[in-house]
């Protein structure tokens, strides 16, 4: 622990600078800041005819702080969870370099038990991050479309693409997408969970002799995710697309954890 204390500082970094302060001031107090009579107006109140109006910005500039903060704690919250995953990965792979024993049944099982929770620890992990980016996303999508309520733009749109209404909907006037900074950091460092699968995986192979899922296998489900989120607003009839990497992230998220292995001299 004490040697990734780098490591744990540069979350706290992350968040609370860039994922937090940054953020906030560039998208909401900035803009707040620059009054109504600029261009500049926060991401949140897009959709309504006359901000300042409807909330005071002495209200609105708080709010804000405490809704950013709470955001840079989250995900301070997640990426450390993530850093513990990986340096309880680094440890077991750890345990026995030196003279590894892998004819005692009880302690290889042992090891590979905590080595297979581990890998559904992390792919779990990838996929809640994927979830979140996707989550981000459509919340930024929703602010520059046309629609007043949120639901209401996704029933639109998921009858534009059933033919059942040719409404549909379109983009605000000279609405411009939000910045993806926190989706573009989550993706990157969730990516860190790879890592951690790959030297598991090397360690169950190598050192225990026991087979591990497949790169492909816990690929598939977080490819399929980032696929949406990249097509997420591209074309009429999205919301098809969205419901379905939802099913299947939570399919992936509630499947059971990796069996127990059996000891081999105890027969079927």
């Known amino acids: 622990m004490a040697s990734f204390a780098p490591a744990f500082l540069l ?11 940054l953020q906030w001031y560039g998208t909401y107090f900035f803009p707040l800041m620059a009054g109504p009579e600029s261009d500049l107006t926060p991401n949140w109140l897009r959709v309504a005819t006359d901000p300042p109006t409807i909330i005071p910005t002495r209200v609105i500039v708080p709010l804000s702080l405490y809704g950013g903060m ?3 704690f989250v995900y301070w919250l997640c990426f450390s969870a993530l850093l513990l995953l990986y340096i309880a990965a680094r440890d077991i792979t750890a345990i026995d370099d030196d003279a590894p024993d892998t004819s005692d049944f009880q ?8 080595a297979r929770d581990l890998v559904t620890t992390f792919y779990r992990r990838i996929i809640c991050g994927a979830l979140m980016n996707i989550a981000i996303k459509v919340d930024a999508l929703y602010f520059i479309s046309d629609t007043e309520s949120f639901f209401t733009w996704l029933k639109l749109d998921l009858l534009a693409a059933l033919g059942v209404d040719g409404g549909g909907w379109t983009w605000l006037p000279g609405g411009e997408f939000s910045s ?5 950091f989550l993706l990157i460092i969730t990516a860190v969970a790879y890592f951690g699968i790959y030297r598991i995986k090397l360690f169950v192979e190598s050192t225990l002799h026991q087979a591990m899922p497949s790169h492909a296998e816990l690929f598939t489900v977080p490819a399929f995710l980032i696929v949406t989120y990249v097509l997420l607003g591209e074309f009429t009839g999205f919301t098809l697309l969205l419901v379905a990497s939802l099913l299947i992230g939570i399919m992936q998220l509630v499947r059971p954890a990796t069996q127990h292995p059996r000891n081999p001299s105890a027969g079927e």
Do not use: P
């Not at 979350?11 to 302060?21: M, P, T």
């Open 107 to 114: 302690q290889t099982s042992g090891k590979l038990v905590a």
């Open 70 to 72: 709470f955001i840079g």
């Open 180 to 184: 993806f900074t926190t989706a573009i």
């Open 11 to 21: 979350v706290i970094a992350v968040s609370a600078i860039v994922i937090f302060a």
